[in-house]
């Protein structure tokens, strides 16, 4: 039933809230779909949500554009600096970070305007699944920007807000391409009460990890 | 008179406001020097400036950390998407990033406490200027995380936000390491009036880029 909830909201635009579980970072994402990437969404995710504003992308889409994972960067780069890469993090997974990227035709990248522009940009690309995908990519956006690119691992691999809000979309028959930035609290995450309450007054839909992979 | 109390203001903790230019970004940054910082001031980072949240530390303090630039890891990498290297932005400068880090006794790495607790311990390092500094950053750090490191390449070769507050730390003569966040207003950068305003209000200092750098 939730599930449902929220597979109409993801549909119609709209924002859902996950949160991954207690056991896990114990932190709710806001999350939409990036064809719905306006200046007024980013404006309330930074507002509302305020951690890093990233764009999730499915495994098979990453492969598409040939997006490695920031960290294979990093260790390819033989740098004394690669030694720093991260294999696991404190609540146990592999980070989802890929590179970051601007669309070519922002001016700083990280307004409102700009993080949208190249938030739809990307999501129109993958939604057209054109052969030169690839080829686009490359010449349409730089590095460094301001999204954030994630890959996903799989849901069966890897249970991270990534993958849970990457499982939605496919519930709901959309290409994996999403939006999701953290929800903070005066220093801590925000507590999944007043990500409830958040949610309910502003009409949205509450998701928890388990309600996507649990059978 | 206005450096010189942006100087007063940084060296008891204040928060600065700096405008770029009408020429370059048109934007202000809030910023404040990295050893003051606390979960409350990164709070009011994400709050009222709405940016990405970064570390900015002097070309010497980077070299002494054998730190390089982002565009250095991605060219070096020889991956496909190295072709994405940002060469020049829109408004003319090259990028300033660096790699993104978190200290290594985070949890999730993005809350106002571990993000906090990250540039504590980095400004803690970098003013130990101690011999083994490289060694301690490689160790105690990993990478990617949500600390987005920034190299400034000196005032007189780069007037970015990087610099300018790098610049400042200079005349005040504090270590070469501090916090910046971009002021975003609806779709835009808060606007150079409504920076003025929010600087009145709560009683920090307004400074433009060339009341650093004009003779």
Known sequence: MTVEAAVAQLKKGGMIAIYDGDEREGEADLIFHASFARPDSIETLRRDAGGLICLALDGDVAKKLDLPFYTDILAASNHPVSRMECKKTAYGDKPAF????????????????????????????????????????????????????????????????????????????MKGVMVLCEMLGSGKALSRKDVKEYVKRNKLVFLEGKDLWQK
């Open 98 to 173: 890929a590179i970051p990227i601007n669309y070519k035709g922002v001016y700083t990248g990280i307004t409102d305007n700009d993080r949208a522009l190249t938030i739809r940009i990307m999501a129109e690309l993958i939604e057209s699944d054109s052969k030169d995908m690839q080829e686009r990519f490359v010449n349409d956006f730089y590095s460094p920007g301001h999204i954030f690119l994630l890959i996903g691992r799989g849901i069966e691999n890897r249970k991270g807000h990534t993958e849970l809000t990457l499982e939605l979309a496919r519930k709901a028959k």
